[in-house]
């Protein structure tokens, strides 16, 4: 089983819905972050947060919000989506005790119309 | 001036042969360094971490040159399944904080 899981894996919405992206995982880390990645673009971190009810901005968290309510889940919620929010959105976790070193999950694909 | 810079090729070349990359970071304050393997819309996969002045994992070769702020990484014996699209990412501390920074990547084709 993977160690860390995002779902959707794909979705389609429209300009103005809200949406959430779920992310969980089962490596026991602390950290969890919200990236997005746009073609030529580098990965560009969202949102952040060091434990549970810890919250932090990222370069690009204009339109977003998060939630952290357990350590094993983070959850990333657009609250109108809008189509230039369209992008691949990776979940990573790190270990408290590492060099930062962050395993990502698979991705979700969002794409707004 | 972008915090990580890399050539973003793509690099063609044969099977079997050496391939080298280079990254260029502007904070002097970064402490630790990975190189991430990512295919074609699927998630970045670790490959290397650097934090001294090198670390080889195989056909892996990692080199960081702190003086002149570029870490390096180096493919030998090439094979296909190596094709992939490789991120320079550079940690810092700040305020807030361990930060990755990423790199745009660079593309790599492993011919026949």
């Known amino acids: 089983d993977a160690d860390v899981t995002q779902t959707p894996r794909n979705r389609i919405t429209k300009t103005g819905k809200r949406i959430m992206l779920e992310c969980s995982q089962t490596?026991?880390?602390?950290?969890m972050y919200w990236y997005r990645q746009d073609p030529g673009l580098g990965l560009r971190l969202i949102y952040y947060?060091?434990?549970?009810?810890?919250?932090n901005k990222g370069e690009i968290s204009d339109g977003y919000s998060v939630s952290r309510q357990a350590q094993a889940k983070f959850s990333l919620s657009l609250e109108s989506a809008i189509p230039n929010q369209t992008a691949l959105y990776f979940c990573?976790?790190?270990?408290?005790?590492?060099?930062?070193?962050?395993?990502f999950g698979p991705g979700t694909r969002l794409t707004v119309l | 001036r972008k915090e990580v810079e890399q050539d973003p090729g793509p690099f063609n070349v044969p099977e079997g042969a050496t391939v080298a990359f280079n990254c260029t970071y502007s904070?002097?304050?970064?402490?630790?360094f990975f190189w991430y393997r990512q295919d074609c819309r699927k998630e970045p996969k670790l490959l290397m971490s650097?934090?001294?002045s090198g670390n080889e994992d195989g056909r892996f070769t990692a080199q960081l040159n702190r003086a002149s702020q570029y870490i390096s990484l180096l493919i030998r014996d090439s094979k296909l399944s190596d094709s992939a699209t490789y991120l320079c990412v550079v940690n810092f501390l700040t305020g807030g904080g361990n930060k990755l920074t990423f790199g745009t990547g660079t593309q790599l084709k492993v011919e026949l």
């Open positions: 490596k026991g880390h602390d950290r």
């Open positions: 990573a976790t790190s270990d408290l005790n590492g060099h930062n070193e962050q395993f």
């Open positions: 947060s060091f434990d549970v009810k810890d919250i």
């Open positions: 650097v934090y001294s």
């Open positions: 904070n002097s304050a970064s402490q630790s």
